[in-house]
């Protein structure tokens, strides 16, 4: 517990000293489950990770990962999250920004090499850009494909589906289809939604209703 608590203490000291180095840049901290937790401007997002790793007190040396988070909700839809790791300090640090489908995130690459292909995939999953990325394109999905599927807005079923056509001897693309049926859905599960009865189930009685046609 005592070693919980310095930890806290630790890590609110590092956050104090953060925000009062780097002033306004900083729009809060906070510390969840042990790690802290930073929001700062989009447009200062190098000069705080540059800051981060190098200065004295913090030592994150490391970015440990990259990522989007869509809230359609918002007007900026989109977190940038950082999680970068001391191993000097054996600290974690979790610094967020955001963001919108016009403006752009500058890209941290020069920071971190290892946010090249996070930065791609942020891209290519949310539609998240980043400016001055050396080689910002998709990274899982095809060169073709249209969207962006991690954003909420997102259909599940996509909007072309791909085999592999054997005349052409070729991969194909085509719109999806689907049957009026298979966009209809009761909520129902699998066993909420049976009408037919098993055999032998007609001759179930329920016990309240025996005891109510006694009565």
Excluded at 7 to 29: A, C, M, P, R, Y
Excluded at 101 to 115: D, E, K, M, N, R
Excluded at 123 to 130: C, Q, V
Excluded at 179 to 192: G, V
Aim: aromatic share 10%; net charge negative; proline share 4%.
């Amino acid at each position: 517990m005592a070693n919980t608590q310095n930890h806290i203490k630790e890590l609110s000291v590092l956050g104090d000293s953060i925000t009062n180095e780097l002033g306004n840049v900083i729009s809060s901290t906070k510390i969840i489950n042990g790690e802290l937790i930073i929001n700062v401007a989009r447009e200062s997002i190098v000069k705080v990770l540059t800051f981060l790793r190098d200065d004295v007190n913090c030592q994150f040396k490391m970015l440990m990962e990259l990522c989007g988070v869509d809230y359609p909700e918002r007007e900026d839809r989109f977190d940038v999250v950082y999680c970068l790791l001391s191993l000097t300090l054996n600290h974690r640090i979790r610094v967020k920004t955001q963001t919108n489908v016009s403006s752009a995130v500058p890209s941290v690459t020069g920071v971190f090499s290892a946010a090249n292909w996070w930065e791609r995939e942020a891209w290519d999953l949310f539609g998240i850009y980043f400016s001055d990325h050396p080689d910002l394109r998709r990274i899982l999905s095809d060169y073709g494909f249209e969207g962006h599927p991690l954003r909420k807005d997102f259909p599940l079923t996509g909007y072309v589906e791909v085999r592999y056509d054997d005349e052409q001897k070729r991969v194909v693309y085509e719109p999806v289809k689907l049957s009026q049926e298979f966009r209809n859905f009761d909520f129902l599960s699998p066993w909420e939604g049976v009408q037919q009865l098993l055999p032998g189930d007609e001759k179930f009685v329920n016990p309240s209703e025996e005891n109510n046609e006694d009565v």
